[in-house]
């Protein structure tokens, strides 16, 4: 079985910054693209930032410049760092990983959320 387990979440003032973790515990084989997913009261999820195994990225319009995805493999660990917030990116941020249990074939699979509150 695989796990997701995100922390780093909390309640932070706008303009300020949080750093977001997620490391991914049991047996797999390898781990390819991670990334963060947000979702905001009454609104659909929505991609943040996305990091290959090789570290190419990807973000959305609405937080590049302010926000840098980055992972450690050797931990299993995909991390986002996120500064000059604001109320906006109030919402549940989630992590994702592309987990190859064998050789082949990839599963996704999603951590259960961080709160992140941004007050003005």
């Known amino acids: 079985q695989v796990q997701l387990v995100e922390s780093g979440g909390g309640l932070v003032q706008a303009g300020g910054s949080l750093k977001l973790s997620c490391t991914a515990s049991?047996?797999?084989?390898?781990?390819?693209?991670m990334g963060w997913y947000r979702q905001a009261p009454g609104k659909q999820r929505e991609l943040v930032a996305t990091?290959?195994?090789?570290?190419?990225?990807t973000y959305a319009d609405s937080v590049k410049g302010r926000f840098t995805i980055s992972r450690d493999n050797a931990k299993n660990t995909v991390y986002l760092q996120m500064n000059s917030l604001k109320p906006e990116d109030t919402a549940v941020y989630y992590c994702?990983?592309?987990?190859?249990?064998?050789?082949?074939?990839?599963?996704?699979?999603w951590g259960e959320g961080t709160l992140v509150t941004v007050s003005s």
């Open positions: 994702s990983a592309a987990v190859y249990i064998g050789y082949v074939n990839a599963i996704n699979y």
């Open positions: 049991g047996s797999f084989f390898s781990i390819g693209a």
């Open positions: 990091i290959t195994s090789g570290g190419s990225t």
